[in-house]
Every structure is written in C-alpha cells, then in structure tokens.
C-alpha cells in the first residue's frame, strides 16, 4: 500500500496454498484470488492493489520468463509486483531474488528466530542473496526479551536493517473486523512502521539492478546499488 501511495502501480501475488492475505486488506477469508495469467477483467483490486495467486510459481520453471513477458522486470513504478514467497521456498526464493531489486525478510524479536539467524544470515549472504533486507516484526518495547532481541538483530544485520514493526493489538483487531489497518487504526504504531518501510523501499524501484540494501538510520534516506534491471519485492 505504501509502494501504491507513492505512485506504483502494484501487483501482489501470492504462491501459497493456503493464505491470508486477504484478511489484511479487508477481504473475506474464502475470497479467492484470480491467477496471475487471469483477464484484467477478474482482478480483485483493494486499495487499488491488483491481488493475485500463483501456486504454482515455486515449480514452475518458466515463472520469471512470464514475468519478463509481462513487463515486471523492469526498471520504475509503472508495473511493480510485491511476492509473498514461504519461508520453507528457499529453491524459489533463490530463483526469484537475483530478479529482484529488493529482498525483505521479515523476522520476530524472539528466542526461536534468533536460533535461525545463522541459518538466514549464510542465505543472505553477499555471496548468495546480496540484496536481502530485514524487518523486525512484532515488537513488544515492554518486555526486556523483546528489547534485547531486537538489539542483538539489529548488531547481527547491521546496514541491512530496513525497520521494524511495533507490536500492536489494532492489526488483529483489525482483521478480525475484516478491515484494512489504515481504515480500523489510521493512528496504529504498526501502520506508522509499515508505511515507513515502504517509503524505504521505493528508490529499490529505480535501481537498476542488486544489490540494494538499506544503509544508516535513516530508511527514508537509504543508500543503493545494483546490476539486474528488475523489481519484483
């Protein structure tokens, strides 16, 4: 939404089987969602974001073609395309980022995904995944674990930290209401954080290539380079 607001014209495709996305934009949990190579006509649009599924992508070798085909691996804001790819998809994560100007992995302040790190920090290595990002989501400034997580997350990614999302009871409540967040919670912290990455992540759409990764405090002002001329996120 963020992408959208700051004049992209968004596409996001979905490859999962089972999703929720919808809720998150309001939607009914049994919306389905048109497939990628479905007529404009079928589109399912929420806040002007075109919505798309294509659980088929992690197979299908012929995935980014047709993404060349349709104009997504391109430089600018004209046609832009956001892809929730699985956590567990790491053979289609490495497919799809080379293509990419940005990668962001999203990660929680806890003792779990701490224990991860290793294992994410050696796939978004210089040497494979260069243009990797990182969010810190859900988290609780009220409790001392949560804190000192986030600290050792951000020590551990340094430069490549975009941002974090604040814990933040509106965003189920606001799916819970089959709302958009902006809608239910206009003052929601977490709305503020999420609309500040994405403000981070539009000069990746003007870069011409990896990697792109985010530098200094400051998201807004982020510094980038690359050499693919693509920008699905």
Not at 80 to 85: F, G, L
Not at 136 to 142: G, P, Q, S
Not at 176 to 196: E, N, R, T
Request: glycine letters at 4%.
């Amino acid at each position: 939404m963020a992408l959208s607001e700051a004049g992209a014209d968004v596409t996001v495709l979905t490859t999962t089987q089972r999703d929720t996305m919808p809720l998150h934009f309001g939607l009914q949990p049994a919306m389905s969602l048109p497939s990628l190579f479905a007529p404009a006509e079928d589109a399912v649009l929420a806040a002007g974001i075109d919505l798309r599924s294509l659980t088929t992508a992690p197979e299908d070798n012929d995935f980014v073609p047709a993404l060349r085909d349709l104009g997504f691996l391109e430089t600018g804001q004209d046609k832009v395309m956001v892809i929730d790819v699985p956590a567990s998809e790491f053979a289609f994560a490495r497919r799809v980022v080379p293509h990419a100007s940005a990668n962001v992995c999203v990660i929680n302040a806890a003792p779990d995904t701490l224990a991860l790190m290793p294992q994410v920090l050696d796939e978004a290595s210089p040497e494979n995944i260069a243009s990797t990002s990182f969010v810190i989501n859900a988290l609780d400034e009220t409790r001392r674990l949560s804190r000192h997580s986030s600290a050792f997350i951000r020590e551990l990614v340094g430069a490549r930290l975009l941002g974090r999302v604040r814990l933040d009871e509106s965003v189920p409540e606001a799916i819970a209401m089959l709302q958009p967040l902006g809608k239910y919670a206009p003052s929601s912290a977490a709305l503020a954080d999420v609309k500040m990455i994405g403000t981070a992540l539009v000069p990746a759409l003007e870069t011409p290539g990896r990697p792109w990764v985010a530098r200094g405090s400051n998201p807004a002002a982020s510094s980038h380079s690359s050499s693919s001329p693509s920008r699905a996120a």
